[in-house]
């Protein structure tokens, strides 16, 4: 069952791609604004190594995005037998380019590259996808620092649709570096945005349907399908589904479904908003990295 065949009203659906396209629409402005000030537009370039069809996906859609808003891109494409010297050559290359504003460098990447010592490579001013150790150090002290996407895209998505978070208990399931923890962090912050009471669950966790029924706002980023079901949320919880799994579906012209972490079918008439998959969180993602790409070209987070 998809999000587009179950009946929700549409107030309780929290749609990322409207709140995303809102966001596309001011920083397409200040482009312009800059530009006939005489700035540069800012440039972000992606690597992609290999033909994984999802990162394939994700990093077009990146490069449409930044089109959109009327930035500059460039993608540069690696076989998947690209050594890790070469690489990390790659990456010093670009941290010099004085054209390039910021860059990612799409995960996941070959087995035979440690992600780690490339993310370490990336200088901190232009990683706009917010991995670096220096950035979320930053975050974690509360200093001004390019944040990992996907987590601000979902703080982002709560302040813009009104969903009140102070006070709240937000139960986050899934610790990884590029979204459980991250988030975690971020909605435990001392800011209107956040101000919530956060539980972080993972594989481990003990009892993890009871604490998830305790939650006011359930954040799930396993990548596990429809592993959140009805008995573990609260009437009137809040429900934020991270999850993108692809999985084989014969009727789609693609040959696969985009599936999220919660059950979209029994979850959605018990919880008072939740987000849809696709057009919910991912659309977010795009545009706090765009928003991350403006900052750096402003030198707003590192003074250039
Ligand atoms: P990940 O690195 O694989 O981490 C998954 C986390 O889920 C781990 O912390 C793992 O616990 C936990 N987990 C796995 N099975 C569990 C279980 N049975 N009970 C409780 N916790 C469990 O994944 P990720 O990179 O965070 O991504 C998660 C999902 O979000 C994926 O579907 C990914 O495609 C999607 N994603 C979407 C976006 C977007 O923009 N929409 C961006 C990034 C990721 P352990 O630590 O104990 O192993």
């Known amino acids: 069952m998809t999000p587009e065949n179950v009946l929700v009203e549409t107030s309780r659906l929290i749609d990322g791609k409207q709140t995303a396209e809102d966001i596309k629409v001011e920083i397409a402005a200040e482009v312009a604004q800059r530009r006939a000030a005489g700035h540069k537009v800012p440039h972000l370039a992606a690597i992609l190594v290999g033909h994984d069809g999802g990162s394939e996906t994700y990093v077009r859609n990146k490069v449409l995005a930044c089109e959109r808003v009327g930035f500059a891109s460039t993608l540069l494409r690696y076989e998947d037998d690209i050594t890790e010297a070469e690489l990390l050559a790659k990456v010093a290359e670009l941290n010099e380019d004085p054209e390039i504003d910021g860059f990612i460098v799409q995960l996941p990447?070959?087995?035979?590259?440690?992600?780690?010592?490339?993310?370490?490579?990336?200088?901190?001013?232009?990683?706009?996808?917010?991995?670096?150790?220096?950035?979320?150090?930053?975050?974690?002290?509360?200093?001004?620092?390019?944040?990992?996407?996907?987590?601000?895209?979902?703080?982002?998505?709560?302040?813009?649709?009104?969903?009140?978070?102070?006070?709240?208990h937000c139960v986050v399931i899934g610790r990884s570096n590029i979204v459980g923890t991250p988030v975690s962090i971020l909605l435990a912050k001392n800011l209107d945005t956040a101000?919530?009471?956060?539980?972080?669950?993972?594989?481990?966790?003990?009892?993890?349907?009871?604490?998830?029924?305790?939650?006011?706002?359930?954040?799930?980023?396993?990548?596990?399908?429809?592993?959140?079901?009805?008995?573990?949320?609260?009437?009137?919880?809040?429900?934020i589904d991270v999850g993108t799994t692809r999985v084989a579906d014969a009727s789609k012209k693609s040959g696969f479904t985009l599936k999220g972490d919660v059950n979209f079918s029994e979850v959605a008439p018990l919880a008072s908003r939740i987000t849809p998959v696709p057009g919910g969180v991912g659309p977010m993602t795009i545009a706090m990295l765009l928003l991350n790409t403006l900052r750096a070209a402003k030198g707003e987070i590192h003074p250039k």
């Open 109 to 168: 990447l070959p087995r035979h590259i440690d992600p780690d010592k490339v993310i370490e490579a990336i200088r901190p001013e232009k990683d706009v996808d917010g991995f670096h150790p220096m950035n979320i150090g930053r975050m974690v002290a509360g200093l001004p620092a390019l944040l990992p996407a996907t987590p601000s895209g979902i703080v982002e998505l709560l302040a813009r649709q009104g969903i009140k978070t102070s006070g709240k």
């Open 195 to 239: 101000n919530c009471t956060v539980t972080l669950c993972h594989s481990r966790t003990q009892n993890l349907a009871d604490i998830c029924r305790t939650a006011d706002i359930v954040v799930a980023a396993i990548g596990r399908p429809e592993f959140v079901t009805a008995d573990m949320i609260k009437p009137g919880a809040v429900v």
